[in-house]
């Protein structure tokens, strides 16, 4: 059973599309994260999303946009995109907010590799 | 600024010895410290975690030291492996609520046969 999955794990796309990453999770947490990772490997946070409530956006292009339906899934859409979105884009989900149970253990999907060229 | 620092360069040791990976962090006041192993192609998964009010945690053969004085964290890996090569991430988290995780940008580690 994956814990946190997310689709596609691939995508090659050119400049100016649109295309979305989709994540679930069934571990039952409450909160749920994109980070990207760049060439140079630094994991920086996205957003995070609280039982479906936006609670993290850490300066990110308008272009990126989440939308969790529920509070399993955790969706990515970005608009025109750009060659500097090229990247590997992981969702992640962690038990609680604030780690007052888990310490705020993550939870990571294997990543999805975006190269816009 | 804030900043985590871990050694950009790879970290390579002999099968059999001990691994010392470091983690610096300034203008932070973590309540947590998280060790996260990541390997090519994979997501990062999580190792250990210790407290603030922690010194020394344990896990098999994963040890972890936090030093909120000198703003440190050491991770050892006893009796390596070569399948214990892979990337470690340190990762702090703080806020208000504990909320933010912020993670280093990893050391590789090559543990040869």
């Known amino acids: 059973d994956t814990a946190v999955s997310q689709t596609p794990k691939y995508l090659v796309t050119q400049m100016g599309n649109d295309k979305s990453i989709k994540c679930e999770q069934n571990l039952g947490h409450d909160t749920m994260y994109w980070y990207k990772q760049d060439s140079k490997k630094f994991l920086k946070i996205m957003f995070s999303y609280n039982n479906k409530e936006l609670i993290i956006n850490e300066t990110v292009p308008n272009r990126f946009s989440p939308k969790s339906p529920d509070k399993a899934h955790l969706n990515l859409h970005i608009n025109s995109l750009e060659l500097g979105d090229s990247a590997v884009y992981f969702c992640?989900?962690?038990?609680?907010?604030?780690?007052?149970?888990?310490?705020?253990?993550?939870?990571f999907g294997e990543g999805s590799w975006l190269t816009v060229v | 600024s804030q900043k985590i620092e871990q050694n950009s360069e790879a970290l390579n040791i002999q099968e059999g010895k001990t691994a010392t990976l470091t983690c610096n962090y300034t203008n932070y006041s973590p309540a947590y410290l998280q060790w996260y192993r990541q390997d090519p192609g994979r997501g990062p998964v999580f190792l250990l975690l210790i407290r603030e009010n922690e010194k020394e945690k344990r896990k098999e053969r994963l040890k972890v030291t936090f030093d909120t004085t000198l703003k440190q964290s050491l991770f050892h890996i006893t009796a390596s492996q070569p399948a214990d090569s892979a990337t470690y991430l340190c990762a702090l988290v703080s806020g208000p609520g504990g909320f933010k995780t912020i993670f280093g940008a990893g050391t590789r580690l090559f543990v040869k046969a």
């Open positions: 992640a989900s962690s038990q609680d907010l604030g780690g007052r149970v888990s310490g705020n253990t993550i939870y």
